[in-house]
């Protein structure tokens, strides 16, 4: 087979991905290649990609091209991905997730919400791919290699390296604003959380607490129990915080 050219447009924020942080990038393949492979050699991995067109024609990851070609590329906040509705790769309104060991803080912000994250500090890298492909979560990470897996059908890569920004970045991206409730799960791991009378946790509560709080919920999963002390003032800043920031962008 004769080596061939394709000539690639990336739209939206992906040039961010590009080692050359350009927007438009050339390759030359000797062999039939997968439009996902052509994408994917190129830094971009399938889960930031909403719509591709090749010579104007709007086609899906498997496709494999043979000949010269353009290739445009567009991210999910493309402004120009108002075309072709039908033919759009990502979905939105994912609500279950799995984040890779290094984002603690972002679940925990996460989990405040009451957004479903599995999460394990030690998990490996196999786990989970898994997790998101067979339980259908969306994986949040920071390693593209982890994206670029054929298995992982949705998933987002974290642009900051801060939680706070981060945090915000996946209530945007998968439109998490109107289904946010705070304080309804655990922390820890993840279950949401139970009323608890106060009676059958008052064994676990320091003498203070037993005197000044009434109002307890239980962690079904952990036996956590949560209540309105001075911890809940600081997660209740948290939350304004990431909430302001969200009204601040709308
Ligand atoms: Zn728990």
Not at 202 to 225: K, M
Request: hydrophobic share 40%; net charge positive; charged share 30%.
């Amino acid at each position: 087979m004769n080596p061939f050219k394709v000539r690639l447009t990336f739209h939206g924020d992906l040039p961010f991905f590009l080692r050359s942080k350009r927007a438009n990038a050339e390759r030359r393949l000797n062999e039939r290649t997968s439009v996902k492979d052509i994408i994917e050699a190129c830094g971009v991995p399938h889960t930031e990609v909403d719509l591709i067109l090749v010579n104007d024609q709007p086609l899906d990851f498997s496709r494999v091209i043979g000949s010269e070609a353009n290739i445009d590329v567009f991210s999910i906040d493309s402004k120009a991905v108002t075309l072709f509705q039908e033919n759009h790769l990502q979905v939105r309104d994912i609500r279950n997730f799995v984040a890779d060991g290094h984002l603690g803080k972002l679940v925990r912000d996460l989990r405040l919400l009451g957004i479903n994250v599995v999460y394990d500090r030690d998990g490996e890298d196999r786990q989970l791919v898994e997790t998101a492909s067979r339980r259908n979560r969306a994986l949040l990470t920071r390693d593209r290699r982890l994206l670029m897996h054929a298995a992982v059908r949705h998933g987002y890569y974290l642009r900051s390296q801060n939680p706070l920004e981060q945090t915000i970045e996946v209530l945007r991206r998968f439109d998490l604003a109107p289904v946010l409730t705070p304080f309804s799960r655990c922390l820890r791991c993840n279950a949401l959380l139970e009323p608890a009378e106060k009676q059958k946790i008052i064994g676990q509560l320091e003498p203070l607490t037993r005197i000044y709080y009434d109002q307890f919920r239980r962690c079904p999963g952990c036996g956590q129990v949560y209540w309105s002390g001075s911890h809940f003032e600081k997660l209740q800043k948290r939350i304004d915080a990431i909430r302001n920031r969200l009204q601040a962008e709308a």
